[in-house]
């Protein structure tokens, strides 16, 4: 009660609303562009609980962890939006499958050594090479389908492991690698939102365990999952995954992919000089 006496409500009814607008943003950009929610849900709660005084210890830990959870629901309806339409192929999806796991395990056990300050070094980084990815918009071509099963569980523990520590749907790591293979777009699109549901769901519980009895966690957070957070992004998230997809299936999507790049660009560098700077 002492937290939330302590802002105005007008200045409540602002993060109540800002975490809405986030909610959707993130579930039609997973649906539509296949980059994950989570690299929209991370920076926004890393700034929100910046501003609320969070300690730096904390506040990536839950961003990341909060993240994850509001991933599930939306990588499930995003999947199913995209198995309907012919964009899923559980043949492409299946040999990913348990090198992402081993990825996740990696990812749960590292963010459970690493400080907040590195955890959002480490999401800064990856976010500023995605964003250079999807503004220079040059598929790289290596090879027609994915390497073998050696080399597809390295792949796979690459996206599992990286999104864990990030807090990142599979497809904003998992899409330019499908491409890179020659997947079409609207294929990759749909395994990413799928790989989705594989990382995020054992990696919320991870984080949701690895937070269990940390110190000054922001209130309303169980281990290091905001359910304030969660069920202000979760609802409009689910509503929105469906539109990403359908309008995926529809438009050129390359004008806001570029806007998009350049956000996440100026996020990543803020986010980058903040970590160094606590």
């Not at 200045?11 to 997973?30: D, F, H, K, N, Y």
């Not at 939006?81 to 043949?91: M, Q």
């Not at 590292?110 to 976010?127: E, K, P, R």
Request: glycine share 14%; net charge positive; with cysteine.
């Amino acid at each position: 009660m002492d937290f939330f006496s302590a802002y105005s409500p007008l200045w409540l009814a602002g993060l109540v609303c800002a975490l809405l607008l986030t909610g959707a943003v993130a579930g039609i950009l997973a649906g539509l562009l296949g980059v994950g929610g989570g690299i929209v849900i991370v920076p926004v709660l890393y700034h929100l609980f910046t501003l609320l005084g969070i300690d730096p210890e904390v506040r990536m830990h839950v961003a990341v962890g909060t993240s994850l959870a509001a991933i599930v629901p939306t990588s499930i309806i995003s999947a199913r939006a995209h198995y309907k339409r012919g964009g899923l192929k559980p043949e492409l999806l299946k040999p990913l499958i348990p090198g992402t796991l081993v990825g996740v395990l990696i990812g749960a056990l590292l963010s459970g050594y690493l400080s907040g300050q590195v955890l959002a070094a480490i999401f800064a980084v990856i976010a500023l090479l995605v964003a250079l990815n999807m503004a220079v918009e040059r598929n790289l071509s290596l090879r027609d389908g994915l390497p073998g099963t050696a080399g597809t569980g390295v792949l796979g523990v690459f996206i599992g492991s990286l999104s864990t520590l990030m807090g990142i749907g599979g497809g904003t790591l998992s899409v330019p690698i499908l491409n890179a293979c020659r997947t079409p777009m609207h294929i990759a699109v749909g395994t990413g939102a799928a790989l989705g549901v594989v990382i995020s769901l054992p990696g919320a519980l991870a984080y949701l365990i690895n937070g269990l009895g940390a110190d000054n966690l922001p209130p309303a957070t169980l281990g290091y999952v905001n359910l304030l957070g969660l069920a202000m992004i979760v609802p409009v998230t689910m509503l929105t995954a469906p539109w990403g997809a359908r309008i995926a299936h529809a438009i050129n999507a390359r004008l806001l992919r570029r806007l998009f790049a350049l956000f996440l660009a100026l996020t990543a560098v803020r986010m980058l000089f903040g970590a160094f700077a606590l």
